[in-house]
């Protein structure tokens, strides 16, 4: 037992508080992406758990939340090849280099700088009223750009999801929907697809490094499946108006939170 919980003091009363985050991390991150900022703080908040198993541990989670997810959307949308898979094939990379930086950087000091991201992607969402109603490319499938920008969005992301985690799935919907040209709905099944990379590269380096607390992982990870399917089912009934919606409003309660932590850390 001492191996699953890593000498944690694990409760009834937070197994059942972190099954509920997790089945409201996987609904809200099969729809938009953006589930960390709810799954990640309830781990935090764990007694004794370190900020680097915390991310470990999410990581359990968000894969089989993913994993649930994809798997739904891809039942009924075909995925562009040409962006996904090179885009995942990076974003994996990336997220194992990041998990190695997560163990070295603090991650508060990306707080600030993903505050401003957040501001700046949510305006330009709300402003722009017809963005990812309907896909557009910005470039031919076949095309160096189309590709190039794929692996571009892919590496970066990976690397911030690696480091740190909550809002990957957001940011992804988000490139893909202004850099590439998908609409939401599209957007929201191929970052389910890389998402699943991220979270595998960062697992890959966290799971020998020991970082796992695997009984709490696995009960979010039970949560996560749960949300992640009635979730995409949510978003490919509803349609690419209603992940716009709900992708607006989970932006903003995003910068909500971040910005109560800025303000509170400049206040301590």
Do not use: C
């Amino acid at each position: 037992m001492e191996a699953l919980t890593a000498g944690i003091d694990v409760t009834l009363s937070m197994l059942l508080w972190l099954l509920a985050a997790g089945v409201l991390a996987g609904w809200i991150d099969a729809v938009v992406g953006g589930g960390g900022l709810i799954q990640l703080p309830a781990l935090l908040l764990v007694p004794g758990m370190t900020p680097v198993q915390a991310v470990a541990t999410n990581k359990v989670g968000s894969i089989a939340g993913t994993t649930a997810s994809a798997v739904t959307y891809l039942r009924k949308i075909t995925p562009d090849r040409s962006a996904t898979i090179p885009a995942a094939a990076t974003a994996f990379l990336g997220a194992v280099f990041g998990a190695k930086l997560a163990t070295l950087v603090p991650g508060e000091l990306f707080t600030p700088i993903i505050l401003a991201a957040l501001i700046g992607v949510g305006l330009f969402t709300v402003l722009n009223p017809s963005l990812g109603a309907d896909a557009s490319l910005r470039f031919g499938e076949s095309s160096k750009r189309h590709h190039g920008l794929s692996w571009l969005i892919g590496l970066t992301i990976g690397v911030y999801d690696g480091v740190l985690g909550p809002g990957t799935g957001s940011f992804l919907v988000i490139a893909f929907v202004t850099v590439i040209g998908f609409s939401f709905l599209q957007a929201s099944a191929t970052a389910k697809v890389i998402n699943w990379a991220t979270n595998f590269g960062a697992l890959v380096f966290f799971i020998p490094d020991g970082q796992v607390v695997w009984a709490l992982g696995l009960v979010v990870a039970v949560g996560n499946v749960a949300g992640g399917i009635f979730g995409a089912r949510t978003a490919l009934k509803k349609g690419s108006g209603f992940v716009r919606v709900i992708f607006v409003v989970v932006v903003s309660a995003m910068i909500i939170k971040l910005g109560y932590d800025v303000i509170s850390g400049l206040i301590h």
